[in-house]
């Protein structure tokens, strides 16, 4: 009798753990689809990959996108996130500001900051610089698949934030697409998880 308790309790476990997987996958899915790009105050790039003073293919799209919301009239800041990724290299935001001065960006239009490490320090640093520059309305720039983490995140730190999702990411393949939706979904799984105990 013990262990087919036992066993209904494994199973049953396993079934409510792979309905969370299966929800959060399909919420990261829907909201990447999701475009709310509209007139805000600035545009924030979340930070990816450098290569040494490049950005990455990941990080380049959500450059090209941003500057052309700052362009067109969208965004009237840019605020560029992200720190070192390795001792060696330069700082995310600071690649992606050389980025986008290079591309005719007005230095008065750019705010950088170079400390974050991960996604929830990229929002919460760059809100305390949007406060200091009295910045009160954003976009979110990132690739599909990392909105719904951002938003979720966005909306925690009291942001009146937009998600503006980059569409011209080239995937290497489809196995590289969907290992990123993957990484995506259990990272969405996590901040949920951490999120839930903080608030009890």
């Known amino acids: 009798m013990g262990r087919k308790v036992w066993q ?44 040494g003073a490049r950005p990455s293919p990941v990080l380049r799209e959500r450059l090209n996108h941003a500057i052309a919301l700052y362009e067109d009239g969208t965004v009237q800041v840019l605020i560029f996130t992200g720190g070192q990724g390795d001792p060696d290299e330069a700082a995310e935001a600071d690649v992606s500001a050389a980025y986008a001065l290079a591309q005719g960006v007005p230095p008065s239009a750019i705010l950088r900051e170079t ?16 406060t200091d520059n009295g910045l009160d309305t954003f976009l979110i720039v990132s690739t599909p698949f990392h909105m719904k983490r951002a938003m979720a995140i966005a909306a925690d730190l009291g942001m009146e934030a937009y998600s503006s999702p980059t569409r011209s990411i080239q995937w290497i393949s489809w196995r590289t697409k969907l290992r990123a939706f993957l990484q995506e979904v259990g990272s969405y799984l996590l901040y949920g998880a951490r999120a839930a105990v903080s608030a009890s």
């Not at 899915?29 to 790009?37: I, K, L, S, W």
């Not at 400390?115 to 949007?130: C, F, K, Y």
């Open 115 to 130: 400390t974050s490490t991960n996604t929830l320090e990229n929002l919460t640093n760059a809100r305390q610089i949007a």
């Open 8 to 51: 209904t309790a494994v199973l049953l476990t396993l079934s409510l753990a792979g309905l969370a997987v299966l929800g959060a996958g399909v919420q990261v899915y829907t909201y990447a689809q999701r475009d709310e790009t509209r007139p805000a105050d600035a545009a924030i790039v979340l930070g990816a990959a450098v290569f």
